[in-house]
């Protein structure tokens, strides 16, 4: 049993050290890595003193401790992709509201420019006018 305590702890800080990796490289933003350094960080505790989770699941009522780790997993997800969801629902907005005001941006390039070809030719016209017919 110690030997995969072992085991654990080294997966879980091999983890936590690739997620602090992921954030100094600028790939994983500090905010997105925080709550899957504080999972790493709650298992590896529970893995060190694995009696912390007969104590949790004692407190919950739940009758062994290996569905007391399951509740607070699937917790912990639901947590997660709710987060997630509130992300991208404002991320979608955002795209949605760049798109737009891109398209006003290209629309008054394009009207800008029809406007400066029309009076480049209102001024070709009267430079053509004002020269002499005998050239």
Do not use: H
Not at 37 to 65: E, H, R, Y
Not at 77 to 103: N, P, W
């Amino acid at each position: 049993m110690w030997k995969l305590q072992m085991i654990g702890a080294a997966f879980l800080l091999l983890g936590m050290l690739y997620i602090i990796r992921l954030v100094r490289k600028r790939k994983m933003e500090l905010k997105y890595a925080l709550p899957w350094l504080a999972v790493s960080f709650a298992a590896l505790i529970v893995d060190c003193f694995p009696k912390i989770l007969s104590v949790i699941a004692g407190i919950l009522g739940i009758a062994t401790p290996v569905n007391a780790l399951y509740l607070v997993a699937f917790l912990f997800s639901v947590c997660l992709l709710f987060a997630l969801t509130v992300i991208v629902s404002r991320q979608s907005e955002r795209i949605k509201q760049l798109v737009q005001s891109a398209a006003l941006c290209e629309e008054r390039v394009k009207r800008l420019e029809a406007e400066l070809a029309g009076k480049k030719c209102d001024t070709d016209k009267e430079t053509k006018r004002k020269a002499p017919d005998g050239e």
